[in-house]
Every structure is written in C-alpha cells, then in structure tokens.
C-alpha cells in the first residue's frame, strides 16, 4: 500500500469521515543516474556562517523589512484558525461538466480510518453516486488552502486538487487571426473524429512508447547490440490542401483499424459540390487557396502538453 500523505476527516454538514489519504498514480519512468555511479547531493549551506546547516536547525520565517524576519513554526502553522487544516470541507456540489479540466490536478484515494469511518464514509459514497455530481471542498496542506473536487471511483472516494480560479490564464492572447473554416471541411473533421472514436482509453494505443524505447535502448547496450533505428516519419510527395489532407486521414485511419478503406469518403455539401463542376483552372486556385490557408491555420497550433 502506498504511504498515507495526510491524515484527518472529511466533513459533510454535520457528518464527520475520518480518512487517510494516499496517492492515487504512481511513476514508472526508467531514472537515470550518473554514468560513473556517483551520487550528486544538494547541501544546505548558510550563506552567513559559511557552513552546512542540519534538517533541525532550519526554521521559517517571514521577511517582514530587510532588517525584520518574524519566525513561524510548524506548531504555528499546526494551529492555524482555519477549519480547513483539520478537515476536507465540502462546500457544495456541482455536475462534473460544469467543471474546466484546465482547474483539475492531482488525484488522491480516501481510504476511511477505522470501523468508526465505515458507514458515513459508505453513505458519501452511494450519495455521490446517486446524485451524478462531485463534491466541491476545501482543504489546507503544505502550507496553503486548497481547492479540491471529491468524486467516486468505484465504490472509493477520489480528491482531486484544484486551482483557484485566478490560477489559470486568460488564453484570448493566444487566438489566431480570423479564418474562414467551410462547412465541408468542418463535415471532413467530424468525419476523422467518427473514424478515430474509442469507447474507453484502453488498449495497445494507450500506453508508454517512450519508456519502452528507452528500456529498449538500455537492453541493446546491455548486450552491446546495435541500437534500434527511430522510425521515418512519413514524408508526403506534395502539399495536400485542407480536404485532401482530412480525406486521406480517414482513409488511414480506417485501415488502421480494419475497416473498407475505400468507403472513406468525406461528402461533400451541396454548395461544396457546385464548387468541384467548375472548370479546371478556377478549381486549381481553389485549391492553392485553400492550401494556403492549411498552412497558415497548421503551423500556429500550438503542441499538445
């Protein structure tokens, strides 16, 4: 079992649930070290006395002026009027929709502490669970208060750290100039998104390539093999207009997954095809306008985190 991170109650009104709390995730990265297997270590030094300082010897304190520090310590901080430094307050609950994703950090399992815990602890449970919403709750660790969102995993109690609201950005600076965006190529979009809808994040799509490159790597040094060769990316003969692009997306898509390729079709919309009857001239300056206009909308999309 995972280590307990903090320890106190829930509280629901008048209920009280006390719980311990443990990490929900865990890291399987491959850490490096050294190549000389020498440990590089990080000393505390004070800068006035020019010497290492022991765990024990450090305090907080707060700068107040340059000449006034006022010292806290962590029975100060143990003691704070805050109902918060005690329990994980619900304050209120809210459909999981209304919630931004941006606001959701970490997640904790809240496991009940003790028989005493068992039955209120139960009843959040089925109460969440019925009710289709999240618990909205505040709660004060490391030494600040938190906003947290509770919410059930099976038959467990999940936390999930959130931000305040001031904490997340306004992204209007990081809106594009205007474009026109034509209902076929939006319909060509949805029909990419139909090829490529799963019913669960689950499966061999869904997993670590990168630490399973790097054990690679470890294992063909190991035994002195040649390393494995990263593969091309796929290089297109020519630059492929907006359409052309999305169309033959879902045709790979498709083929990825074992479907008829050939029924990969984007239709076009009626005003999309009175487009497609012209001559041939005005259809290549549609083109080249519409490629031009991929390039522009494509190389300033941001990279996904």
Not at 78 to 99: M, N, Q, R, Y
């Amino acid at each position: 079992m995972p280590r307990t991170i903090w320890s106190g109650a829930i509280s629901f009104g008048l209920v009280t649930v006390p719980i311990h709390v443990v990490s929900a995730t865990e890291d399987h990265s491959i850490h490096f070290h050294l190549a000389d297997q020498g440990r590089i270590r990080y000393r505390k030094v004070c800068e006035l006395e020019d010497r290492e300082v022991p765990e024990d010897e450090i305090g907080k304190g707060y700068e107040l002026t340059k000449t006034q520090v006022i010292p806290v310590t962590d029975e100060d901080l143990s003691s704070l009027p805050l109902p918060t430094a005690k329990a994980i307050e619900i304050d209120g609950f809210v459909p999981l929709e209304s919630v931004d994703p941006l606001r959701i950090s970490d997640g904790y399992y809240l496991q009940p502490a003790g028989q005493v815990a068992a039955k209120p602890y139960q009843l959040l449970v089925k109460a969440l669970g019925r009710s289709a919403k999240v618990a909205v709750a505040k709660y004060a660790w490391s030494g600040r208060e938190r906003l947290g969102l509770l919410r059930v995993k099976g038959d467990v109690l999940v936390l999930h750290a959130m931000r305040w609201p001031d904490e997340i950005r306004d992204p209007a600076e990081l809106l594009p100039p205007p474009v026109r965006v034509s209902d076929q190529e939006v319909e060509g979009a949805l029909a990419l998104m139909d090829t490529m809808t799963v019913d669960e994040l689950e499966g061999p799509e869904f997993h670590d390539r990168y630490t399973e490159a790097v054990a690679e790597i470890i294992e063909a040094k190991r035994e002195e093999k040649p390393l494995p060769k990263a593969p091309e990316p796929e290089q297109p003969d020519r630059v492929l207009d907006l359409m052309a692009a999305l169309q033959e997306s879902v045709t790979k898509a498709k083929a990825a997954r074992g479907e008829d390729a050939g029924s990969a079709e984007v239709h076009e919309l009626p005003a999309a095809k009175k487009k497609t009857s012209a001559k041939k001239q005005p259809a290549r300056k549609t083109a080249t306008k519409e490629k031009t206009t991929a390039k522009k909308t494509l190389g300033r999309r941001s990279r996904s985190a």
